[in-house]
C-alpha cells in the first residue's frame, strides 16, 4: 500500500484557502444586508458652524454673515506695483577685470547688486561713483547701464 499524496502542508494551504474564501462570502453578504440599511443623504451631510467648526446640526441661517468674494484670500496677497527709483547711486565695491564682473553697492539701500562686464557703458575700477539701473537676473538683482558719475 502507498502512502496518502497529500502532505501536511498541502491539506493546511487547503484549509487556508478554504477559510479565506469563507470569509470573503460572509463579508460580502454583510455589504448586501448593510447596503439596504444604508445610510441617507442627510445622515452623512456635514455643515459648518459660526466658528468654522464641523457640526452634524444645521445652523441658523439668521446667523450668517455676508462675506464678499474679493475679500477672500486663498494665497499671497495681491501685491500693489510699486514704482522703483530707474536710476540708481552705487559705489563699485569689487570689480575683477580679468573675470569681468563686480558687485556695486547700493547708496540707498546698502545692498550689494553685482555687475558683469557687457553691462558697462565705460571701464570702472573700485571706489568709483556709478549710476546704475537694476534688471532681476537669473540668480538675482543686476546692474545694467553702469555709469560713472562725475566728481
Same mark, same amino acid.
Given at each position: 500500500?502507498g502512502?496518502?499524496?497529500?502532505?501536511? *502542508?498541502?491539506?493546511?494551504?487547503? +484549509?487556508? @484557502?478554504?477559510? @479565506?474564501?469563507?470569509?470573503? +462570502?460572509?463579508?460580502?453578504?454583510?455589504?448586501?444586508? $448593510?447596503?439596504?440599511?444604508?445610510k441617507?443623504?442627510?445622515? %452623512? %451631510?456635514?455643515?459648518?458652524?459660526?466658528?468654522? *467648526?464641523?457640526?452634524?446640526?444645521?445652523?441658523?441661517?439668521s446667523?450668517?454673515?455676508?462675506?464678499?468674494?474679493?475679500? #477672500?484670500?486663498?494665497?499671497?496677497?495681491?501685491?500693489?506695483?510699486?514704482?522703483?527709483? #530707474?536710476?540708481? $547711486?552705487?559705489?563699485?565695491a /569689487?570689480? *575683477?577685470?580679468s @573675470?569681468g564682473?563686480?558687485? #556695486?553697492?547700493?547708496?540707498?539701500? !546698502?545692498?550689494?547688486? /553685482?555687475?558683469?562686464? *557687457?553691462?558697462?557703458?565705460? !571701464? #570702472?575700477?573700485? $571706489?568709483?561713483?556709478?549710476? /546704475?539701473?537694476?534688471?532681476?537676473?537669473?540668480?538675482?538683482?543686476?546692474?545694467v547701464?553702469?555709469?560713472?558719475?562725475? @566728481?
Amino acid at each position: 500500500m502507498g502512502t496518502s499524496s497529500e502532505t501536511f *502542508n498541502k491539506k493546511e494551504r487547503e +484549509k487556508k @484557502k478554504l477559510k @479565506k474564501q469563507q470569509e470573503k +462570502k460572509e463579508k460580502a453578504e454583510d455589504r448586501k444586508t $448593510n447596503a439596504a440599511k444604508g445610510k441617507g443623504l442627510e445622515d %452623512m %451631510m456635514a455643515y459648518v458652524d459660526a466658528n468654522g *467648526n464641523l457640526t452634524s446640526v444645521p445652523q441658523d441661517l439668521s446667523l450668517r454673515k455676508k462675506v464678499s468674494a474679493d475679500d #477672500i484670500q486663498i494665497a499671497v496677497p495681491k501685491q500693489e506695483h510699486v514704482e522703483e527709483e #530707474i536710476v540708481r $547711486n552705487g559705489t563699485v565695491a /569689487f570689480f *575683477n577685470d580679468s @573675470k569681468g564682473f563686480g558687485f #556695486i553697492r547700493d547708496l540707498q539701500t !546698502q545692498e550689494s547688486i /553685482f555687475v558683469h562686464v *557687457n553691462a558697462l557703458t565705460e !571701464q #570702472i575700477r573700485e $571706489n568709483d561713483k556709478v549710476t /546704475f539701473e537694476i534688471e532681476q537676473g537669473q540668480k538675482g538683482p543686476t546692474a545694467v547701464k553702469v555709469k560713472k558719475t562725475v @566728481k
